[in-house]
């Protein structure tokens, strides 16, 4: 279990990345949505994917991620994943202001009802347009980087191939394109060479 110190360390960066994250996604959210000139930042042939309702699970399994610094990320290393959660916060609000996007997928409430109150929360709550980067994958990603640098072999494939999964699930759920991913692969290496963990 952790103790007090890697709790209260936790805590804190966990609560200024919260707070990034509400005053900016929402806010951004809500403007892109009414912006004409949203990108298409997609290719056609993307379009084919096909949507795999049951991969929510993978998707929402984000969440999860959220508590693995507290158990598996010494104290020392809090502070440089707190601060690529910031600026990634902060640099994909920039982007999502700069290109605003349309998804391209068209939504689709499953008539499964395991899965349709699931989608309908998702779907009321986020607008499809603040794309690029997809910050779910920049978090999701800097995360488990983060923890996979202080595993062991075995683990840290494991982490890696749950990140794979996580980021598949963006696109199979239709929830982002590509570059979205490609963005957010590109944003995460760049913060974790400028914020880095002691000895790392």
Sequence with gaps: MPDAGRVRTYAYWAALAGLAFFAVYPALNRWTAAR???LHLFVATELEIPFVPQFIWAYLSMYLVFLLPLFLLPAA?????GKQLLAGTLVCGVLFALLPADLGFQRVIPADPVYA????????IDRPHNL??????TWSAAIIGACADVAGPVPRVLLYAGLAVIASSTVLVHQHHLLDLAAA???VLFLRRLFKAPDA
Excluded: K
Excluded at 77 to 81: F, G, Q, V
Excluded at 132 to 137: A, T
């Design 36 to 38: 004409p000139d949203r």
């Design 77 to 81: 290393r809090m502070p440089a994943l």
């Design 117 to 124: 109150p699931i989608y309908a929360a998702i779907f009321g």
């Design 132 to 137: 690029v980067p997809s910050l779910h994958v």
């Design 185 to 187: 692969a590109l944003l």
